[in-house]
């Protein structure tokens, strides 16, 4: 319990203090046909009108680089992606590679891009919401479409894969008792994958028990309780209740420079969890492009191996990384938070 402040309570009981971090508020989803991949495609897209001067804006991806068919490149080449915020403006770009197309596969394409405002300070001056004086930074919440709230909170033992129920607009936050495993949540199927290194094939899904927890936040219709408190946004309906747990963020943690590195907690106590990614590719054996996805522990975060996106037989290819989220923040919350 804090001396100042907002507390929602979760169903277990536990207190949850909303006015000392900052929640985030999604702003929409920017789908892949939206955006020119092609060799120096870049889109830019202005959310000024949307969020007010002063607010962060966070994009996250599912899938973080593309593998291309380019005769360039003895066949095969990998490109990142790369995601840019300038003053409220998120411009998504890659680079020139010449000759050739990105695969069609899903598991190659990303599925779309999440866009949230990070509120760091109370914002009033719309006059909707809620100011906590004293008490941090709990935002005014004024869409009541576009609130992340949890949906499911699980602890599981993980051995390989866990099927998920959500919308494509969920964000997933996991922490993992094995930093060998890499994890990804795969969005066409809603399902967490788990894959871990085995001799030159370097990642195969399984193979392990660890444990594994899961927060998953979602749009949803805010709870209306018999008793607490309502906060009605500008459009006139419900957009927060003292019976919904928010998204909240803690950390932002920047990721290391390269494959076998580690970044560390700051609070490795409260359980640290992140949301799931492919974060890019990595080329093994000179032969295989494999996707590298997210591996952790309550410690710290580094990448771990994934799914074999392509084996390009006997071409000899350049042994490298394309992670264009290396030495790039992501968000950290709390599973102390809501378990």
């Given at each position: 319990m804090s001396d100042f402040g907002l507390q929602v309570f979760s169903p277990s009981g536990k207190a949850l203090n909303v006015s000392d971090a900052a929640p985030l508020q999604f702003i929409r989803k920017i789908t892949d046909s939206e955006v020119d991949l092609g060799s120096s495609g870049s889109t830019t897209f202005d959310f000024s009108s949307q969020v007010p001067a002063g607010v962060q804006l966070m994009v996250w991806t599912d899938i973080a680089a593309l593998v291309l068919d380019s005769p360039t490149y003895l066949t095969y080449n990998t490109v990142p992606i790369n995601i840019t915020v300038n003053d409220r403006k998120v411009t998504?770009?890659?680079?020139?590679?010449?000759?050739?197309?990105?695969?069609?596969p899903p598991e190659r394409r990303p599925s779309g891009y999440w866009v949230f405002a990070v509120y760091q300070q109370p914002v009033t001056a719309d006059g909707w919401g809620l100011y906590v004086d004293e008490g941090g930074a709990f935002p005014a919440v004024v869409n009541s479409s576009a609130s992340l709230f949890m949906t499911g909170a699980y602890t599981i033992t993980f051995t390989g894969t866990y099927q998920l129920n959500c919308s494509a607009n969920a964000m997933v936050f996991c922490n993992c008792s094995d930093d060998s495993v890499g994890l990804i949540f795969d969005q066409a199927s809603k399902q967490i994958k788990g894959y871990k290194p085995a001799g030159a094939d370097w990642g195969t899904q399984g193979g392990f028990s660890v444990t594994l927890k899961i927060c998953v936040f979602d749009i949803k219709t805010p709870t209306v309780p018999d008793w607490g408190l309502m906060i009605y946004g500008a459009d006139g309906q419900v957009s927060f209740t003292s019976s919904e747990l928010p998204l909240i963020i803690r950390q932002q943690i920047p990721l290391p420079s390269a494959v076998g590195n580690w970044s560390n907690f700051s609070s490795p106590g409260?359980?640290?969890?992140?949301?799931?990614?492919?974060m890019g590719s990595k080329t093994t054996r000179q032969s295989d492009i494999w996707?590298?996805?997210?591996?952790?522990?309550?410690?710290?975060?580094?990448?771990?191996?994934?799914a074999r996106l392509v084996h390009v037989g006997d071409n000899i290819l350049p042994d490298l990384e394309v992670i264009p989220l290396k030495g790039k923040t992501i968000p950290v919350i709390w599973g102390s938070d809501y378990f």
């Open positions: 998504i770009s890659v680079p020139s590679f010449g000759a050739g197309a990105w695969g069609a409260n359980i640290p969890m992140i949301p799931l990614s492919g996707r590298v996805n997210p591996a952790l522990n309550s410690t710290h975060v580094g990448y771990g191996p994934g």
